[in-house]
């Protein structure tokens, strides 16, 4: 089976009970290796067909975009913060090289 552009990953609580309702509306779909449900449909129609079926979802987002959490690190892989200097520069806002000379 090939899935294209518009192909969605789903779960619910009862996977059989959603891929019969996916096939009855003619959707194909397969099981992932990690307990998902893959078809060529995109999420709005399979989100439509399992409420027709009663059939709450506990997953639904496009195959081909990341989840929100893997999307934010790998937005902030690489824009870890320098560390701080310690002293007491960052306490009064001199820094350490000025001196309080006055």
């Known amino acids: 089976m090939s899935f294209g552009d518009a192909s969605t990953v789903v779960r619910a609580a009862d996977q059989a009970d959603l891929a019969r309702a996916l096939r009855v509306s003619g959707l194909a779909a397969s099981a992932t ?3 998902t449900l893959l078809t060529d449909a995109d999420p709005a129609l399979v989100g439509k067909v399992a ?12 195959a081909d975009g990341a989840g929100l959490e893997e999307m934010f690190l790998e937005l902030t892989a690489g824009s870890a913060r320098p560390s701080q200097p310690t002293g007491d520069a960052g306490a009064s806002g001199q820094r350490e090289d000025e001196g309080a000379a006055a």
């Open 33 to 35: 290796g990690d307990g």
């Open 51 to 62: 409420l027709a079926a009663r059939i709450a979802l506990t997953e639904l987002r496009p």
